[in-house]
């Protein structure tokens, strides 16, 4: 029915207002001309949050982590890293994300951060395919883009910080597999995170590769199931695991929250002794399964190393010491014992080789 | 009784706030006509600009933000559209996010069997009218509650996208149609699924409030059984309208994948609300009869300026859903509360006269 | 509808049917649960095993309890939908309070249980006083709640080493071989069933959601009665939050997302009419572990855990179908009696 004309006229200035306030400001820096917005924020004074091109600008190191997920203490550990490479080298430290780890709840972060205008985005991919168009554009407008922990896809980033050579990981765990399964035989299961993590699909990948070596030809895996790093999702599927697979021997979850649903899990059922719990897990998280043997051994790498890294990258892009071309070298002091890094095929650092962790070494660690 | 569980209520003849419809008209001040949801909207709309423009003045006021804050919401907005009409008949369509989700994820399946996107469109397309079907059915043959049939199958479409694609994500879609879905229309910063979205909403705001089609769906809303003995179709039009809530989701869906350039079976998880939020706070009154297409378009912009603002101001997501939640109730409580004031105080103007009908202390909301 | 039925056929015709239907329906679920179970222990064993029966049916008693509180609504002609938001919230606080040595155990579930009776209240105000039909109270205060969760969670969750020793242990404890979940569950099943039976309170809740016009000339004040279980809901969804804190150990901002659908699923395969004034509570527990042994069945017959969400939906729709053909096909069976 038909809306009283005043409403209607107010309403449509609203509107008018939008599309004429931001058409009205371009991006150009010359000033706009006057626009009928009541918005009196002369646009003229508007800097554009683009850098000027091409020259080795000193860095500005307004850096911006964007995890997969903020609810996860693996990431906050990642961020302890960058926030200390942040206070050596002068730099700011900002972490925003996602409360769930999905892509599409993860571009809007990222889009924001680029009207923001932060001088490098280091993000780690809920979905390599999904980020892309947002990172790009990001680049398109001179933010560097340095990708950690899990790779968006290839050209939406400058260098990706790669935690550990991943065909290493799926060989660390299906030893660790066959270090907990009795005379290494036995069935065993992967409790994974998301579907659509490509550093865990990679791992998997690589696990079951690794598992057709000879020396694992007893290890038979059963199932892979998804917890998608929520814990209560985890506990559930550690749960079903050992419902299905009564024979089960051993659970692999390269996940740090799956891990510990894992853990939790096998030992709330008294299953300690029987089944084994192994994977990647924070050594805080997993100390007491340690000691209590229903976790003997598992793996990770110094998770604040690697935001300590990332954001290093990040300054040294800005810099313009590295384009992140492949065969650049680069040092940063305190890591990998104070050698060059060196910038492999596709951008791609790698931090380091994976720890090991047991009874022999976890109270050392701190995170 | 009607198919709501309510009793008709004789029409409001005392000015309402909020009350647009020909009966509301009759307003003794021209105060009140101003006050009206739509003009109080386009005042928050502007008040929110101008905050933007304050808080942010670097970014906000740039196409580039524009275009993502537009383009953030769009699928949300387009299903508004159609559940406005859903909403003033009386019913109500909670399966959209999952119908959408169902439409990505089928799009995704078959672009990666190889189907080409030219025939996977319209077979989503299809399958969304089948969806809405489906409800629509349920619902007015079957006389099921509407809250009840579309939860089941907010459910049921969801956990059918899961079957089909599992948690795997399809991408690799061809730049044509990534580019409609992130892009804008070469020149400006007006981004593809909003000239869908104004289409759309032109359309329908012309069926609704200037053809004899909209009168109908106003009439079954305010009373079913007036409205079937003055021959309105009503069973009819509700099982279109849920069609078209069905199609314009599985189309919504089309959009977001286009956009993600990604295809999922959990896309959209969540909209349902959004959708609801943004049709209540247009003004449309959950128990039928009222509302406004404009109302919706202008209520879609200020959840997408204010969810900016927000963000540009590091505002945290969580504080953003709590406002979200907030927005939803208040635009239920401002109006009944206003009703139950500017009531109160025409029956205490005309204290001879028998006081206006209105909701009794204590009456029971039913379910829709 | 079953007012009508009521109104046409006579007073004590409309309960009679209600009845009727209601223990039809607790019948049948029974039966159905049975033979179910009776099939999946042929395909997989372990199925009848201890851990695994623990498992199920305490996962299913946390459900049933908050569907207990469902089901009260749900008999006046309302709806909760901030269930799981509730019961999150009131997960993540509990282990919070735990996690920095706030309160002794015992307190801190006080104030779990406390806080959802507060957040019951809430919504209860907003349906019953502002009057705000709870379909949208309750869609506002699901993202309110879970928005005051992540607040407050910081972006940090509670993992089972910040817990206190044993607190998680009530979870797998069994006497007599019944874990105590579901002892809790079965009592608070009871006590609401007897009080919906026996008191005044009870046949109110009914009155109110079975023909409101005529409970209003009675003299009851649907308000009141609304705000009621409204704050029960909220309560239950404490108990059943401060339990699934116990159960899972490691709590986040998400916790117990995705309940609501099944809390609602399992109130209405248990027979309670969706518009209101019929059906009980025991169909409600019944049909929480009805949810359970699904769940458990696809995981047991290792069918995909994709078809889960499907099979919730189509539960629903099926049960409320049903309901809606047994009830018109009895309605025109009493006509056909009373015009004999």
Request: aromatic share 6%; net charge positive.
């Amino acid at each position: 029915m038909k809306a009283n004309r005043s409403g209607r006229i107010l309403a449509l200035l609203g509107a008018a207002a939008i599309v004429v306030g931001a058409c009205g400001s371009a991006a150009s820096p010359t000033p706009a001309p006057a626009t009928p917005a009541p918005a009196t924020v002369a646009p003229a004074t508007v800097a554009p949050a683009t850098p000027a091109p091409a020259t080795p600008a000193a860095a500005t190191l307004n850096i911006v982590f964007i995890p997969k997920a903020v609810n996860n203490p693996y990431f906050d550990a990642a961020a302890a890293g960058g926030k200390k490479a942040a206070d050596e080298l002068g730099g700011q430290f900002t972490q925003i994300g996602p409360n769930n780890a999905v892509a599409a709840e993860q571009i809007p972060f990222i889009q924001d951060a680029t009207t923001k205008g932060y001088s490098s985005i280091v993000v780690s991919a809920d979905g390599p395919d999904e980020v892309a168009p947002a990172l790009k554009d990001a680049m398109s407008k001179g933010i560097k883009v340095v990708g950690y922990d899990s790779s968006p896809a290839e050209g939406a980033y400058d260098v990706f910080v790669n935690q550990t050579d991943f065909s290493l990981i799926g060989g660390a765990m299906s030893q660790w597999a066959c270090d907990l399964a009795p005379d290494c035989t036995g069935q065993i299961a992967i409790l994974s995170a998301t579907a659509t993590a490509p550093n865990q699909n990679a791992w998997i990948e690589d696990m079951k590769k690794a598992l057709t070596a000879p020396q694992f030809v007893g290890l038979k895996l059963v199932d892979v199931v998804y917890g998608d790093d929520d814990p209560g999702k985890s506990t559930d599927q550690a749960a079903g695991l050992l419902q299905k697979y009564p024979d089960l021997k051993v659970i692999v979850a390269p996940t740090t929250v799956g891990i510990l649903a894992a853990a939790q899990v096998v030992k709330q059922q008294g299953k300690t002794g029987t089944v084994f719990v192994t994977g990647l897990g924070l050594p805080n998280d997993m100390k007491p399964f340690v000691a209590d043997g229903t976790s003997p051994e598992f793996g990770l790498w110094s998770v604040p190393d690697l935001g300590y890294l990332a954001y290093n990258v990040a300054a040294l892009l800005e810099a313009g010491t590295i384009t992140g071309a492949e065969g650049e070298t680069f040092t940063v002091k305190g890591l990998n014992g104070d050698q060059p890094y060196t910038i492999g095929p596709k951008s791609v650092v790698i931090l380091g080789p994976p720890y090991k962790f047991d009874k022999t070494n976890i109270d050392q660690f701190n995170f | 009784m009607s198919a709501t569980g309510e009793t008709p209520k004789p029409a409001d003849a005392a000015v309402v706030v909020g009350e647009t419809t020909s009966v509301g008209r009759s307003g003794p001040f021209r105060l009140r006509r101003l006050a009206s949801w739509e003009a109080l909207l386009a005042l928050v709309l502007l008040g929110l600009v101008g905050l933007g423009a304050a808080t942010s003045p670097k970014v906000f006021l740039t196409p580039g933000n524009f275009s993502n804050l537009t383009a953030a919401v769009m699928e949300v907005a387009i299903m508004a559209l159609p559940m406005t009409l859903i909403i003033i008949v009386g019913d109500i369509d909670l399966s959209v996010e999952s119908m959408l989700g169902l439409a990505s994820a089928v799009l995704g399946f078959l672009w990666a069997e190889g189907v080409p996107l030219e025939v996977g469109i319209p077979v989503v397309l299809l399958m969304g009218a089948a969806g809405g079907l489906f409800n629509g059915l349920l619902v007015a043959r079957g006389g099921l509650p509407s809250l009840v049939v579309t939860l089941g199958t907010l459910a049921l479409f969801r956990g059918l996208a899961l079957v089909v694609l599992g948690p795997r994500g399809i991408s690799k879609f061809p730049e044509a149609f990534t580019d409609f879905g992130f892009g804008t229309v070469p020149g400006t910063p007006i981004p593809w699924p909003l000239v869908v979205f104004t289409v759309i909403a032109v359309v329908l705001g012309v069926v609704l409030h200037r053809t004899w089609i909209g009168r109908q769906v106003f009439a079954a809303g305010k009373n079913k059984d007036a409205a079937r003995y003055s021959g309105v179709r009503v069973q009819r039009m509700r099982i279109a309208l849920f069609v078209l809530s069905g199609t314009i989701a599985a189309f919504a869906g089309v959009i977001l994948t286009a956009r993600f350039a990604s295809a999922r079976a959990d896309a959209g998880q969540g909209m349902t609300l959004t959708v609801v939020t943004i049709v209540l706070l247009g003004g449309v009154s959950i128990n039928g009869g009222r509302g406004t297409i404009l109302g919706v378009v202008l209520a879609a912009f200020t959840l997408a300026v204010l969810g900016n603002v927000l963000r540009l101001a590091n505002v945290s997501a969580e504080l953003q859903s709590i406002a979200t939640g907030l927005l939803l109730i208040l635009s239920v409580v401002i109006p009944s509360v206003a009703r139950q004031v500017s009531s109160a105080i025409g029956r205490a103007r005309r204290d001879r006269r028998p006081p206006v009908a209105t909701a009794e202390p204590g009456e029971v909301q039913s379910l829709i | 509808m079953a007012a009508e039925t009521a109104a046409r056929t006579g007073p004590g015709a409309g309960a009679r049917i209600a009845g009727a239907v209601a223990r039809q329906r607790e019948l049948s679920l029974a039966g159905l649960m049975v033979v179910m179970a009776a099939f999946v222990a042929l395909q997989a064993p372990n199925f009848l095993s201890a851990s695994n029966l623990t498992q199920v049916t305490v996962v299913a008693s946390i459900i049933a309890i908050a569907a207990v509180g469902q089901a009260l609504v749900i008999l006046t002609r309302n709806v909760d939908l901030s269930v799981e938001s509730m019961m999150g919230l009131v997960a993540f606080v509990v282990a919070d309070l735990l996690k920095f040595h706030v309160l002794p155990a015992p307190a801190a579930i006080a104030v779990g249980v406390g806080l959802g009776l507060l957040l019951g209240v809430t919504n209860g105000f907003l349906v019953a006083v502002l009057r705000v039909p709870s379909i949208v109270a309750t869609l506002g205060t699901l993202s309110i709640y879970r928005g005051l969760d992540f607040l407050i969670a910081g972006g940090k969750q509670v993992t089972l080493g910040d817990l206190p020793a044993g607190y998680t242990d009530p979870a797998r404890a069994t006497v007599l071989g019944i874990p105590v979940f579901v002892l809790i569950a079965v009592a608070i099943v009871v006590f609401v069933a007897l009080v919906l039976r026996q008191t005044r309170a009870g046949r109110r809740i009914y009155a109110v959601g079975s023909n409101p016009e005529a409970a209003a000339i009675l003299g009851i004040r649907s308000g009141v009665v609304v705000f009621g279980v409204f704050t029960a809901c909220g309560l239950l969804a404490g108990v059943a939050g401060v339990m699934w804190g116990m159960n899972y150990g490691t709590i986040n901002a998400t916790a117990a997302t995705g309940v609501t659908l099944q809390v609602v699923a399992a109130v209405v395969v248990g027979g309670v009419n969706i518009n209101g004034g019929s059906g009980t509570v025991i169909g409600a527990g019944l049909g929480a572990l009805f949810l359970g042994l699904i769940s458990n069945s696809l995981i047991l017959l290792r069918l995909s855990q994709f078809w889960l969400q499907a099979i919730y939906g189509a539960v629903i729709l099926v049960a409320v179908s049903l309901d809606a053909f047994l009830l018109r096909g009895l309605r025109r069976a009493a006509l056909a009696r009373r015009a004999r």
